[in-house]
């Protein structure tokens, strides 16, 4: 989706000024009382740029820092035994990565940049500290929580209660509603994922997936370029994801 929130420094330890940052309203710090939000941007770091295809996480490994996207975009996934890779989601800037390390102690999954990417970074023995004493971030933290674990649950139940098309129109109505939230035009953007991806993460082939853009397409609902997509009837593809229009 070529998501850049601004220009930014590279560095692993780059300054980094939370306040000065377009994804404020939308990351950690916006949510904080001012002080809290100062005392966290002192344990902030800045991560050094990804190329696409690199990974941000690795399933597994100790989690060693809590990560948030500050521009660019991700999907997350695991491969299971049999080699079959299974999309949980994508991460666009301001969403936070990892959240189910807090269970184990390691990432859950593979987090692979799909454009180039930068983000900032808690290092945990900072965050732990910064939670014991501010009660700003501890709140803040399990409303992170709640929301990835309510995401999961309806992610569920859309696929064992929502047909085919209904799935790709859900997708693009949450992505639309997610791009708007962020500042960037909602029914117009270029998809970083592919359809293969997007098929992975609905449970559903590549082939139906294909078909449901083609089926919008030809009745108007969307304008497709490839990866270029305008949706031109938000109503009626919000309509049949039992979505609200983000209009």
């Known amino acids: 989706m070529n998501i850049r929130s601004e220009e930014i420094q590279t560095g692993a330890h780059a300054c980094v000024s939370c306040r000065n940052c377009a994804l404020k309203p939308l990351c950690l710090p916006g949510h904080l009382p001012v002080q809290e939000a100062r005392a966290l941007e002192s344990a902030v770091e ?25 521009s660019g975009s991700a999907k997350r996934f695991s491969v299971t035994l049999e080699g079959t890779e299974q999309v949980h989601g994508f991460v666009l800037p301001g969403e936070a990565v990892g959240l189910e390390g807090f269970a184990t102690g390691r990432y859950g999954c593979e987090v692979n940049a799909l454009e180039p990417l930068s983000y900032c970074r808690v290092p945990m023995h900072k965050l732990e500290q910064l939670l014991e004493r501010l009660p700003g971030l501890r709140r803040e933290m399990l409303r ?39 500042g960037f035009p909602p029914y117009d953007f270029r998809l970083s994922m592919s359809r293969a991806d997007i098929a992975r993460h609905l449970g559903l082939t590549l082939e139906t997936v294909s078909r449901a853009f083609g089926t919008f397409k030809r009745e108007g609902w969307l304008r497709v370029r490839a990866r270029d997509i305008s949706v031109l009837r938000p109503d009626a593809l919000a309509a049949l994801a039992g979505a609200p229009n983000c209009a």
């Open 144 to 182: 992170l929580l709640g929301q990835a674990l309510d995401e999961a649950l309806r992610l569920r139940g859309e696929l064992a209660e929502t047909d085919a098309r209904g799935r790709v129109a859900r997708f693009l109505a949450d992505l639309s509603e997610r791009l708007a939230r962020r």
């Open 46 to 70: 800045r991560g050094r740029q990804l190329a696409p295809g690199m990974a941000l996480v690795r399933a597994g490994a100790s989690m060693d820092a809590l990560l948030v996207v500050r």
